[in-house]
């Protein structure tokens, strides 16, 4: 009895040092993609002779499948262009490169094959090219972060048939045209929204007046006109940030929602007062200068707590905590 146990033991250790978990189709795409950028060091231990789900960095398999779900690689020495093998994964659920300054060329396509797909972070690397359209694919995409980037071109209007899209960062790069149309309607929740520091241009769609963003920033761009649609009483923002654009309209009928705690309009070109109803934004944190607003900073709330570099090169802003009204 004590001989078969043991014999049977053996046998096991055996054939588990013969077997391994990683899928054969996944392995062969990851030495492609090793292959691809030259085997760098980075990638050292992804060996054709050891298993990809117990001993290969940057990697991760799915317990009961065995397949490759997450593959995140960064900070690292790697260059080239991002391969389109990525793709053959079929059951990614992550997908990271992120700071690798040496990484260039375009967004592979055939990254929207990955449908299982639920966070996509392609940041500070040097992409250039349009965001692609088919992205839309992505039916359970949560988090699409392509920040600190050179693409151009300009954003998808299909960016909003993601149903679960939650966080979608598109901030410091080279996107130019309008904020989509269908930004007023996304399919499902209303993601965390990121477009700062790029090109975009003309106005802010007035279908925007329909969606309640939780967290705005289209900060420095070249975006003009109103912006009092993405306010209102029944909305509840948390934090707006539209400074550095070439916005013109009236702040004195501007309602905001008393969720907000961070508003930064500086350097644009709005006109009007500051609203009393100001006063009521228990929490927030504001920033209306260089533009060109008038009249008396209302009274009361935080309003009179701020710096007066948060209201100074107005028109003709006054009083508390700048110089008192004549
Ligand atoms: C990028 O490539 C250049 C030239 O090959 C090299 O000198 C540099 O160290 C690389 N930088 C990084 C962060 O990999
Ligand atoms: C990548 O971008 C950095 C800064 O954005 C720049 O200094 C560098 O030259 C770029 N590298 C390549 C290979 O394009
Ligand atoms: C952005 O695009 C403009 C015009 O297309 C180009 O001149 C500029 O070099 C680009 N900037 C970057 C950082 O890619
Ligand atoms: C806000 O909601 C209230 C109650 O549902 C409604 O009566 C009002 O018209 C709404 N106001 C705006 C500006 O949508
Ligand atoms: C801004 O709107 C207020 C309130 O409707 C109005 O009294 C004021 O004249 C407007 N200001 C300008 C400069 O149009
Ligand atoms: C407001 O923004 C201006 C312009 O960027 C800046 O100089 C100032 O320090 C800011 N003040 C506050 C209180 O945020």
């Known amino acids: 009895m004590k001989a078969l146990f043991i014999s049977l033991l053996v046998l096991n250790l055996l054939s588990l040092s013969f077997s391994e978990l990683c899928n054969p189709h996944d392995k062969k795409v990851l030495l492609q993609i090793k292959n691809h950028f030259g085997d760098p060091y980075l990638l050292a231990s992804w060996l054709s002779d050891t298993d990809c789900c117990t001993s290969w960095n940057a990697v991760e398999c799915d317990p009961t499948t065995n397949r490759i779900v997450s593959l995140r690689i960064f900070s690292g020495d790697l260059s080239g262009e991002i391969p389109a093998e990525v793709g053959d994964l079929p059951y990614l659920e992550t997908l990271e490169f992120h700071k690798l300054t040496n990484i260039t060329g375009p967004i592979p396509p055939s990254i929207s094959n990955l449908i299982h797909l639920i966070s996509l972070r392609l940041s500070r690397l040097n992409l250039t090219g349009p965001v692609p359209d088919s992205f839309s694919k992505l039916k359970n995409l949560r988090v699409l972060v392509l920040s600190f980037n050179s693409l151009s071109g300009s954003i998808p209007s299909s960016l909003a048939l993601m149903p679960e899209i939650d966080i979608l960062e598109l901030d410091r790069n080279n996107l130019t045209g309008p904020i989509p ?80 705690t961070y508003l930064d309009v500086n350097h644009n070109k709005i006109f009007g007062s500051i609203p009393t109803q100001m006063t009521q934004l228990n929490y927030l944190s504001l920033n209306v200068s260089y533009n060109r607003l008038c009249g008396q900073i209302p009274q009361g709330g935080k309003l009179q707590t701020l710096d007066y570099t948060a209201y100074f090169h107005n028109r003709c802003l006054c009083g508390a905590p700048l110089a008192s009204c004549k």
Request: hydrophobic fraction near 35%.
């Open 181 to 260: 149309e269908s930004f007023g309607n996304f399919a499902g929740r209303v993601p965390g929204i990121s477009l700062s520091h790029n090109q975009l241009s003309g106005k802010i769609p007035a279908s925007l007046d329909n969606t309640d963003f939780r967290l705005i920033d289209f900060s420095r761009n070249k975006l003009e006109g109103d912006a009092s649609m993405l306010f209102g009483p029944n909305k509840t923002s948390g934090s707006v940030d539209l400074s550095r654009n070439l916005l013109e309209f009236n702040l004195s009928k501007v309602v905001f929602p008393n969720t907000l």
